[in-house]
T-cell receptor, first 110, second 113 residues
């Protein structure tokens, strides 16, 4: 079955770049997503990438997809205190259900 | 940008009571979903709904759960007799065409006492 894994914690100094990594097992995924969840809040779609793309950039966010290694990463440039949150990667197959990773808690060090 | 709206944001109920969680999807969406997140755990798929019927459901979605799109705009999740372990954040999501990305609501935090 599908499985999506992430490291649980990441600490980054304010102003540095954060790189959050994700590995997945099912290569037939159509979309891969990054969601942000702030304390007590819902899931905010940050960005997504179609599976036939290698990279997508959206302002401070860069998504890299390595299909061969089944590895997805999210890079946040110039990390700010407001970036503190849990970041989930997820994959979907057509418009079928999403499978979420465990989430990575990003902590910003002043 | 259009949003998926969920109400209420918080619901507290007694064990054994029925609850209905409500969602208003984006108007041109065709595929609808419920997910839940127990505190500290992964976000889990519950059910998908298309063309007025369930298209897939997980093992969690047992006979105590049901979904409905009663009036073409609202999408509801009903838990008939709540259990303590149903306490979780419940998210509604929707999508348009088959390969379009999903949009999530902000969730309903359900607490079963």
């Amino acid at each position: 079955g599908e499985d999506v894994e992430q490291s649980l914690f990441l600490s980054v100094r304010e102003g540095d770049s954060s790189v959050i990594n994700c590995t997945y097992t099912d290569s037939s995924s159509t979309y891969l997503y990054w969601y942000k969840q702030e304390p007590g809040a819902g899931l905010q779609l940050l960005t997504y990438i179609f599976s036939n793309m290698d990279m997508k950039q959206d302002q401070r966010l860069t998504v890299l997809l390595n299909k061969k290694d089944k590895h997805l990463s999210l890079r946040i440039a110039d990390t700010q205190t407001g970036d503190s949150a849990i970041y989930f990667c997820a994959e979907s197959f057509g418009n079928e259900k999403l499978t979420f990773g465990t989430g990575t808690r990003l902590t910003i060090i002043p | 940008e259009p949003e998926v709206t969920q109400t209420p944001s918080h619901q507290v109920t007694q064990m054994g009571q029925e609850v209905i969680l409500r969602c208003v999807p984006i108007s041109n969406h065709l595929y609808f979903y419920w997910y839940r997140q127990i505190l500290g755990q992964k976000v889990e798929f519950l059910v998908s709904f298309y063309n007025n019927e369930i298209s897939e459901k997980s093992e969690i979605f047992d006979d105590q759960f049901s979904v409905e799109r009663p009036d073409g705009s609202n999408f509801t999740l009903k838990i008939r007799s709540t259990k303590l372990e149903d306490s979780a954040m419940y998210f509604c999501a929707g999508g348009g065409d088959k390969y379009e990305k999903l949009f999530f609501g902000s969730g309903t935090q359900l607490s079963v006492l």
